[in-house]
């Protein structure tokens, strides 16, 4: 077994050394104006080891990644019934389109497209204030990160709801069908400022762990989800977690994972790992170019693809 | 760890008195008369111990599940030129959609679906003779499954080759992009008879072995394919095995796995098994379904989810 | 030459009797409460005869037939540039599709599909207060009509603002792209109260017949658009006024039409005469269903087909 | 009333003069090699005069212009049961589109795409053989023109036929949906044959003047099919005639026309004149890009445009 200390800091350097890196999302200037050169990596093994290289202290916008959670509150609030709101097969997509709603009434195909991400967030809200959602889901991470610093970044939340046309569309599209039940601009306002939530990776790869250990945080025993939950989220996203690169991942990383447009990636090592990548340039699909790389390293050097 | 025959022989128990069987195929008589009762499972260990029960030796008609093994051929002919031909996403629509070849330039989205299935063989094909390309791939099939008795079911072939139009039309459409390089009849009559090769459950779990096993035959140490190049195949057997029921399949089993419209599937437990079933009554997405379920209970008694 | 006096009253009668009368349109309950055995027809010849039948002096809510008049509007603003933010194809899509946005760039495929009408209002409200748009429009069609006293029904533009999520989405979706330039509230505000003008047969007739008359009112002779503009309106008219029941129209009636979900139809026979119908039950296509066998009647039997 | 000798001789010089000339087809090397500088004109009227310029005697392959004589022999047959196999609606597609067709269970949207013309010649050939229905589809044309003369350019046929796997699959894929009755294989080779027969601008506006006129030849007075029905091929050819450039052909020609990839098209002013221009050069969408100019400027000059 190779040692993991040395393993994520040969990654962090050879990251730090390759001339490719992606694409820095440009659409909101709080993304925009991000060192292209960071790069971050946090590995938590079963002990509650922590390896980690590079800028792994660094906050950065965790954006989609926070789709995991919210699925994972979602589902604990309405259990299997979520299924009538969204589907669970990979997309074929970009994570913005709008075509497969029309072909399939309202209903998003995964929880991890922009659609299926709406969804999850209205049925959080149900009925709730946006505030108290929104609140709710904080404490999550927190919780689960077992860190009270993790906030929001309001400036990119409100550059989001300024500038997130393609999101509203996709919001009111789903209401005309019946699939939004709360006003558009409440779910709107709570998925945006979810995604706004900045957290280092160390912080990530800790709100991760429940995922590696069959649903519970193995330093503190605590259960967050029943052990077959937190394999169906982990099948999730190896099938759907980097929207229409979500088989490239599977072929070349071999984890469960989940990309964000801010650079970040939440991979999971059942019974091994939470892993959390950074590096803010993107490749055509929308996921980590880096990050993605760093990650199938890190499967191969350790051994720990699902793929055999 | 729970006794795998008694797990096995308890599973076909149950699948023998479920009143759901889903749908037979019927869209050639070959398959529509095969009896929508039978029911077969085998799973061959690591150490080569064989748990089976049912019609684990009655031969049944593997269509589609012959596409694991023509796309191992394949890279085994062209390497990763291969994926100049065909992508290796999710396809997001039925096995048989012609839809997305027209958005992507006559490029199949995997190799899995059957436009993508059709390029691995042309590329298996090119330049032969489909009398020794048949050959080929009917070789490779007994020495995988260390039996030479397997054999095409020429009925089948004949009867697919009389009323595949959707076939022709892929074939001829990928032609039109210059993705099929050999005469469409030639590809398309190999096409048609890989699928009507016939196998038991046994035979088809002694063959898919390698993806298990690293690569290797456990038993007789033989190397099929590189470490590296199973695990890929395995991976895309997960996103994209099951059609547009691949989420599902992955949601519910947690396995590898590749199924064919005569009902059986393939399923790998990597380092654990290779698991054949066979159930002719389909679902809707033209999955077996007594199949799914019967890996679904086999993976959850065993703990085998690659899921965690 | 028939009678023209005689021909509309006939039709009316036989409109009057008949059992199939479409569906009324129930997604707010001010159309919905319409009565489906309304039925209205006003035809103005080139020498100002009217000849009207029925509940020819109804107002009801003109809906898409006003994307014509705002066509005309936008078009004497800003030109032929108004075709690079709208095309002039047919759709072969439902009026409120989003797919083909999607494909091509936000750019709607004509001006009479909802998108496409919510854009050429963009145009006419450019930098405006939707307030001075609005009175622009009103002002037109009054001048057109030659009635002060045509308004716009406010109870319906209400709920159509309030539900209007399908018309939302696509505005957003195109100001995601760009196309859309004035904050879309603004430009729906516009867009919803122009749809929700009410009018009676009489006065739309009134209003269409520049269209039937190279561009001018052949009873005061002044002159609304060049010839060649009303020539042009027209073709679209005929290839896109009837969304995907397009061809259906002009196989059938062989005249240029613009529908609305109200159930009215402003039809024009170039040279001969402007035409209004009203009947409120809707075919599949969402288009007037009697008002359409009254147009297919009335240009068979004063033999005004441009078809020849 | 201008001299329509003069304008005929006007736009053959100007047409001659412009460097703009579009790009000729060069997917069969028969096409490739045709002239680009080539450009016939030639005008019927209903007194039967013929004005007439450029290679207005020169063969050209009419291709998809023969979709407008085979329609007309098909509703000859079958009446408008032709409609269950064929819709009448513009497709928003390319000529060559197979997205549509998935969507609508195998019904192609119209006669002039190529799937639906090849299901309108399998209605032709309806159970006869290839030659018998080559024939007829000849006699009708060479009766139309009144030039026994007219023959199919063997080469031409055999070009398309040994590379026409897009249409192949077109075939086929309606097929599979049962639409198409006969064997592939033979309502294609009717289909590639009748598209490959050559005719000059002056025999195919001699073939056309039946629709221009109520159905009838009328300089013999023969009639070839009802009024009506002469209308509602005018009506599809408006709408349908010229692809995905339809629209646009409306907008700017304003006359019923249809076009073929070898630069011809036969435009109808109703009541006026038969018309066929031929310059070999294309615009995007497929169609004659002098031709389209050429009749603009002569249905303007003539002030025959339908549309007032």
Redesign the interface.
């Known amino acids: 077994m190779p040692n993991l200390d040395l393993v994520v800091n040969e990654i962090a350097d050879e990251m730090r050394q390759r001339p490719d890196r992606g694409e820095v999302a440009t659409y909101i200037p709080e993304l925009a104006r991000v060192d292209a050169n960071a790069f971050g990596i946090a590995v938590i093994d079963a002990d509650g080891n922590v390896a980690a290289a590079g800028d792994s202290d660094t906050s950065f916008s965790i954006q989609s990644i926070s789709k995991v959670f919210t699925l994972t509150l979602a589902l604990g609030k309405v259990g299997d019934r979520l299924w009538s709101r969204v589907?669970?097969?990979?997309?074929?997509?970009p994570f913005n389109?709008?075509?497969?709603?029309?072909?399939e009434q309202g209903i998003p195909?995964?929880p991890f497209i922009n659609a299926g991400a709406i969804a999850v967030t209205d049925v959080i809200l149900s009925g709730h204030q946006p505030r108290e959602a929104l609140g709710e889901i904080l404490r999550f991470m927190r919780f689960l990160a077992d860190d009270p610093a993790i906030t929001i970044d309001k400036a990119v939340a409100a550059s989001e709801q300024r500038t997130g046309?393609?999101n509203?569309?996709?919001?009111?599209?789903m209401?005309?069908f019946g699939v939004i039940e709360n006003p558009?601009d409440f779910t709107l306002g709570v998925y945006f400022h979810h995604c706004a939530i900045a957290m280092s990776c160390k912080q990530l790869a800790m709100a991760g762990r429940f995922?590696?250990?069959?649903g519970r945080n193995p330093s503190t025993g605590l259960s967050v989800v029943h052990?077959?939950r937190?394999?169906?989220i982990?099948?999730?996203m190896?099938?759907?977690g980097h929207y229409?690169?979500?088989?490239?991942f599977?072929?070349r990383v071999?984890l469960?994972g989940k990309s964000g447009v801010g650079g970040g990636i939440l991979a999971?090592a059942?019974?091994k790992a939470s892993i959390a990548v950074w590096a803010p340039g993107l490749d055509n699909a929308g996921n980590s170019h880096l990050g993605r790389i760093a990650l199938e390293t890190l499967a191969?050097r350790m051994g720990w693809?699902?793929?055999?």
Chains 1, 2, 3, 4 share one sequence.
């Not at 509203?168 to 599209?173: P, R, S």
């Not at 693809?305 to 055999?308: T, V």
Request: net charge positive.
């Open positions: 589907g669970r097969e990979p997309s074929g997509s389109s709008i075509v497969q709603l029309e072909r195909r995964n046309f393609r509203i569309a996709l919001a009111n599209y209401k005309s558009v995922l590696a250990h069959e052990r077959e937190a394999r169906r982990n099948a999730i190896l099938t759907c229409d690169g979500s088989g490239e599977a072929y071999g469960p999971i059942p019974g191969k693809s699902i793929f055999g």
